[in-house]
Nanobody, 116 residues
Framework: QVQLVESGGGLVQAGGSLRLSCAAS????????MGWYRQAPRKERELVAN???????NYANSVKGRFTISRDIAKNTVYLQMNSLKPEDTAVYYC??????????WGQGTQVTVSS
């Protein structure tokens, strides 16, 4: 099993930055991909960015050039650096891992609110 703890959300003005953290524990050797998702009010949950065990990254078009996903292997942590934030980035952000052929369950997420 893999356990994830998300942190780092908050309130920021448009144009500002935030960094989200996702700390993994448990069977971390089995993690293939870790990703950040978000769900805005009245919208479907969507993939924001992910990073695989080889370090390759993938981003939603809406965040390319503004968000950066990275990892600290020694700390078993994945980060999402969010720059040039827009009001439309307001959402609950979730971290999720694919380990083996299974996904971790959705956690509580962390709220990101961008004011205009």
């Amino acid at each position: 099993q893999v356990q994830l703890v998300e942190s780092g959300g908050g309130l920021v003005q448009a144009g500002g930055s935030l960094r989200l953290s996702c700390a993994a524990s448990g069977s971390i050797f089995s993690i293939n991909v870790m990703g950040w998702y978000r769900q805005a009010p009245r919208k479907e949950r969507e993939l924001v960015a992910n990073i695989n065990s080889g370090g390759s990254t993938n981003y939603a078009n809406s965040v390319k050039g503004r968000f950066t996903i990275s990892r600290d292997i020694a700390k078993n942590t994945v980060y999402l650096q969010m720059n040039s934030l827009k009001p439309e980035d307001t959402a609950v952000y979730y971290c999720r891992a694919l380990f083996g052929v299974r996904y971790t369950p959705w956690g509580q997420g962390t709220q990101v609110t961008v004011s205009s």
